[in-house]
């Protein structure tokens, strides 16, 4: 993997960690249980994201 490709993965990997940061605080915030829970569900899906790029970084890199 060039460097610069794996800028774009750190990338990746800040902006779901970000976005996973974010929902769950905006969930624990939230006062509609049906905002609340698609907030969590969306923090969830961003932190699967997170680590499957981890994941697999590990296998580009070898």
């Excluded at 993965?9 to 605080?25: F, H, I, P, Q, Y």
């Excluded at 905006?26 to 790029?53: E, F, G, I, R």
């Amino acid at each position: 993997m060039t460097p610069k490709e794996l800028l774009y993965v750190e990338d990746s990997l800040n902006m779901e960690r970000g976005l996973a940061t974010k929902c769950n605080d905006y969930s624990s915030k939230a006062q509609d249980p049906v905002v609340k829970q698609t907030l969590s569900d969306l923090a969830m899906q961003h932190t699967q994201h997170y680590n499957m790029l981890l994941s697999n970084l590990g296998k580009w890199e070898g």
